[in-house]
């Protein structure tokens, strides 16, 4: 039975013991990445994954991203070529999810897959989410610890906030570091932005590209409507209208502001937080000054334009 608020615990050998049994028991828990704080169950447990998406009321097409302790263990799971090898050499530990076939026989519950032939997986870098990974000796299934389609939590409070009681334990290891969902690619196709910018992929393997989309949702964060605070967004706003709630960024001030610098690595740390406080404001809507769309500004103007779909 679900505690009536969720237990908020620091991150230490206590909270991660406390974690590692809830997943032992088939439960989930909120936990700290170096991209958003995810919601973590054992990836082979069918029934434990299905608690994840009746936490946050996900849609069961859309699959969840496997994380694991280190490349042996993602090779446990996945088919490598030559292209996945070379950017989970250069970029794992970290925000990088590889989309890859599904090893035959690979213990991992179909509903983390929505079905497909193919898993997302990353080896996290994040000390919280290692020691738990360590902790279980399992694969965890973990998307952002948030209700579906809302604003991902980059702090222990979001978690509580926005799942309540429906996650009994998180572990609170502070501000996530990134403050975005980690990059996708599947071949040398970027289905979605992040961290890992195109530029440092192009380093690694030749040819890479973003994904122009069909509809198919083949990899989390694919859905049009997504990372959206409850109020009406308007996007690459120079001043405020009535009711507004502005975030600024560099030149353009506001009532909050992702980099008074225009510094977008300091803006993707902070976005959703700002999303945050501008949807618990006392304003009607919100407006977000322009990002340039370069570099990681390009994830940033992604994650804005689906929230304001």
């Known amino acids: 039975m679900a505690a009536p608020n969720p237990r908020i615990l620091p991150y230490g050998t206590v909270a991660i013991a406390a974690?590692?049994?809830?997943?032992?028991?088939?439960?989930?828990?909120g936990?700290?990445?170096?991209?958003?704080?995810?919601?973590a169950a054992d990836a082979t447990d069918a029934q434990a994954v299905a608690r994840i998406y009746a936490a946050k009321g996900r849609p069961s097409f859309n699959p969840?991203?496997?994380h694991v302790a280190d490349l042996a263990a993602a090779e446990s799971i996945a088919l490598f070529d030559d292209d996945a090898r070379a950017l989970a050499a250069a970029f794992w530990p970290g925000a990088l999810t590889l989309v890859l076939p599904l090893s035959p026989g690979a213990p991992i519950a179909?509903?983390?897959v929505a079905g497909l032939s193919t898993v997302a997986i990353r080896v996290p870098a994040h000390r919280a989410m290692q020691a738990l990974l360590a902790a279980t000796g399992k694969p965890l299934a973990a998307p952002s610890a948030n209700a579906s389609g809302g604003i991902s939590p980059t702090?222990?409070?979001?978690?509580?906030?926005?799942?309540?009681a429906a996650v009994p334990i998180i572990v609170d290891d502070g501000a996530t570091q990134r403050g975005l969902e980690s990059t996708i690619v599947a071949g040398r196709t970027i289905l979605r932005p992040g961290p890992i910018t195109a530029d440092l992929l192009a380093?690694?393997?030749?040819?890479?590209?973003?994904?122009?989309?069909?509809?198919?949702?083949?990899?989390?964060?694919?859905?049009?409507?997504?990372?959206?605070p409850a109020k009406p967004l308007r996007l690459d706003a120079i001043d405020a209208r009535p009711d507004e709630w502005l975030i600024g960024f560099g030149a353009i001030g506001g009532d909050d502001t992702l980099s008074a610098t225009g510094d977008p690595i300091e803006a993707a740390a902070n976005l959703f937080a700002a999303l945050h406080r501008a949807d618990a404001s006392p304003r009607g809507s919100i407006a977000v000054a322009p990002i340039p769309d370069t570099g990681i500004g390009t994830?940033?103007?992604d994650r804005l334009k689906r929230a304001a779909h």
């Open 64 to 66: 969840l991203i496997v």
């Open 203 to 228: 380093q690694f393997i030749p040819g890479v590209r973003a994904s122009h989309g069909d509809g198919a949702i083949t990899a989390p964060g694919q859905l049009a409507s997504h990372y959206a």
């Open 155 to 164: 702090c222990a409070e979001h978690v509580a906030a926005s799942l309540g």
């Open 31 to 39: 936990i700290a990445t170096e991209t958003v704080y995810g919601l």
């Open 110 to 112: 179909a509903l983390v």
């Open 19 to 29: 974690a590692a049994a809830e997943i032992a028991r088939g439960g989930i828990v």
């Open 299 to 301: 994830a940033i103007n």
